[in-house]
Nanobody, 121 residues
Framework: QVQLVESGGGLVQAGGSLRLSCGAS????????MGWFRQVPGKDREFIAA????????SYVNSVKGRFTISRDNAKNTVTLQMNSLKPEDTAVYYC??????????????WGQGTQVTVSS
């Protein structure tokens, strides 16, 4: 069992930055691939970024490449999503995910409760 808690969401102007954090607790958290997804009302949850259990591999959806950076600190059981050059279309609820097997859009496993990110134009 893994518990995930996101923080760091909020309201920011277009072009600004936000840093989302996901705190993980539970058994063998360091063995999980971690990811970030986002969802807007009426649409499916969208994969944003993922990082392997050891931190050596990352992947991103094309729309955030060069703007968002995912990282993790296994000593602190945290995963961070640094979001720069934010756009109004980045507005969504952002979710942290943990999966021992999958990495990327097919991740399942465990989810956090989500944190709202709103980017104003």
């Amino acid at each position: 069992q893994v518990q995930l808690v996101e923080s760091g969401g909020g309201l920011v102007q277009a072009g600004g930055s936000l840093r989302l954090s996901c705190g993980a607790s539970g058994r063998a958290v360091g063995t999980y691939n971690m990811g970030w997804f986002r969802q807007v009302p009426g649409k499916d949850r969208e994969f944003i970024a993922a990082i392997s259990s050891g931190g050596g591999s990352t992947s991103y959806v094309n729309s955030v490449k060069g703007r968002f950076t995912i990282s993790r600190d296994n000593a602190k059981n945290t995963v961070t999503l640094q979001m720069n050059s934010l756009k109004p279309e980045d507005t969504a609820v952002y979710y942290c995910a943990a999966d021992q097997v999958r990495m990327g859009s097919r991740m399942r496993g465990y989810w956090g409760q989500g944190t709202q990110v709103t980017v104003s134009s």
